[in-house]
């Protein structure tokens, strides 16, 4: 016999009352007479998301305004989660997760997550531009990279009543799988299963429980599997001593080789190494001061600096490369880092504008951004999985129905009784199972 856990006690409860609350009215602060929230073909997404696929931008422009989402991203990172350990994100999974929220967001909403990315530029351009990097990720050669996005739907809060527009364009344009379930105590697994299918198994579990407010859960996971364009040979491979950012020494495998693309800057020297296919690389940059971690380094190193460092690529020199083989985990709730890079009104519940997706303005709002990450670099290559989670709930007020729970989670009695006479033909103690 399965015994309830606390935890699921508590979600059962939550959909309990939402399901009084809201089963059959509209989400926000509706009362139950209030008319249900229906997909009115006079509610528009503030974008016209037919014209997005027929949308033009300049290539090099584009490409120079994500470069500066990555480097803010990466520093506001490292500044508010970094400590002296490893720390590793995809700007491209953040991105890609986000912009299914900004087709669906209106006003300030959509502006400040547009500028979070391509500052300037409109939100067409955006669009187009997230959905053209998911299309090269899914057409390289050589290499094995993905990028996979879904969407869950809770038929308790939202149903049908989400717009049909934003669901059919993220399925068309961002190849979204876009499932209506009722959320209960396994819908987590549900998620994590698909992320676990879709990072090649290198992320097992990002979602723990959901929040019963949560009205809709958006999924983004790339994956990436590259072999060296030039193999290291037995007598490249080494072990050795790595210095930890606090100063002690740690055991190491340590990977040599000879390249011919340099990078120098007064902050830092560098070297890349090509994955099979060339379409992709390992970029390594080293600060120049010995006297600072990686963490510290990265915190003032900014979209500037990194143009300038890719600027200073030459191939005039041999570049003798040695660096360890490595293995790295890395998870945070990005929230705030994207609240301090301006994007702050999608997670205020009285500002957030995503009537796009459903209800009006102030109905929903994103609750969390959970990111996760893992890499390992070795003597064949490279393996890297990145998943994007953002939990949308609704702002409705959840009353607790009056009902009783018996929550056997430590020593029982039990009795198998006649029911007319209740009279018990078994009986016993349950002090472990």
């Given at each position: 016999?399965?015994?309830?856990?606390?935890?699921?006690?508590?979600?059962?409860?939550?959909?309990?009352?939402?399901?009084?609350?809201?089963?059959?009215?509209?989400?926000?602060?509706?009362?139950?007479?209030?008319?249900?929230?229906e997909n009115d073909p006079k509610v528009k997404t503030e974008i016209n998301l037919s014209k997005v696929s027929d949308t033009d931008y300049d290539e090099d422009e584009m490409d120079a305004l994500y470069r500066n989402y990555c480097c803010n991203i990466f520093s506001q990172t490292v500044k508010d989660y970094g400590g002296n350990g490893n720390v590793m994100i995809s700007p491209a999974s953040i991105m890609m997760?986000?912009?299914?929220?900004a087709a669906g967001a209106k006003g300030d909403s959509l502006k400040q997550l547009t500028d979070l990315?391509?500052?300037?530029?409109?939100?067409?351009?955006?669009?187009?531009?997230?959905?053209?990097?998911?299309?090269?990720?899914?057409?390289?050669k050589d290499v094995h990279f993905t990028c996979a996005n879904a969407i869950w739907n809770n038929e308790t809060l939202l149903g049908n009543k989400v717009n049909s527009e934003y669901v059919d364009y993220v399925k068309e344009t961002f190849l979204a799988e876009y499932k209506v379930t009722v959320f209960d105590s396994k819908t987590p697994d549900e998620i994590n299963s698909w992320i676990c299918d879709h990072t090649d198994k290198m992320i097992e579990k990002v979602v723990n429980e959901l929040d019963p407010k949560t009205v809709m859960v958006l999924v983004n996971a790339i994956s990436f599997i590259g072999k060296w364009e030039q193999e290291y040979e037995d007598i490249?491979?080494?072990?050795?001593?790595?210095?930890?950012?606090?100063g002690t020494e740690q055991d190491a495998t340590f990977l040599s080789d000879k390249t011919r693309r340099y990078f120098e800057t007064e902050k830092a020297t560098g070297?890349?190494?090509?994955?099979?296919?060339?379409?992709?690389?390992?970029?390594?940059?080293?600060?120049?001061?010995k006297s600072i971690n990686a963490n510290e380094f990265a915190k003032n190193f900014t979209a500037e600096d990194y143009e300038k460092f890719i600027n200073s690529s030459t191939?005039?020199?041999?570049?003798?490369s040695v660096m360890p083989e490595f293995k790295s985990d890395f998870e945070i709730m990005i929230n705030d880092s994207i609240r301090k890079l301006g994007c702050t009104d999608i997670f205020?519940?009285?500002?957030?504008?995503?009537?796009?997706?459903?209800?009006?303005?102030?109905?929903?709002?994103?609750?969390?951004a959970i990111h996760k990450t893992h890499i390992e670099v070795d003597r064949n290559g490279t393996?890297?999985?990145?998943?994007?989670?953002?939990?949308?709930?609704?702002?409705?007020?959840?009353?607790?129905?009056?009902?009783?729970?018996?929550?056997?989670?430590?020593?029982?009695?039990?009795?198998?009784?006649?029911v007319r006479t209740m009279a018990p033909v078994f009986m016993g103690t349950v002090n472990e199972v």
């Open positions: 016999m399965k015994i309830c856990s606390k935890k699921d006690i508590k979600f059962i409860t939550g959909i309990l009352a939402a399901s009084l609350l809201l089963g059959g009215c509209s989400i926000g602060k509706a009362k139950a007479t209030d008319k249900p929230l997760a986000f912009d299914m929220v990315f391509a500052a300037g530029q409109g939100p067409l351009t955006q669009q187009a531009y997230a959905a053209s990097l998911m299309d090269k990720i899914n057409n390289s490249q491979i080494n072990d050795g001593k790595f210095i930890k950012a606090d070297f890349m190494k090509t994955y099979k296919g060339g379409e992709y690389a390992f970029l390594a940059i080293l600060p120049s001061d191939s005039q020199y041999d570049v003798y205020d519940e009285t500002k957030a504008d995503l009537s796009g997706i459903a209800g009006e303005p102030g109905d929903i709002f994103v609750s969390k393996k890297a999985s990145a998943v994007t989670v953002i939990t949308v709930e609704t702002n409705a007020a959840m009353e607790e129905p009056e009902f009783k729970t018996v929550n056997c989670d430590r020593p029982f009695v039990y009795a198998i009784v006649d």
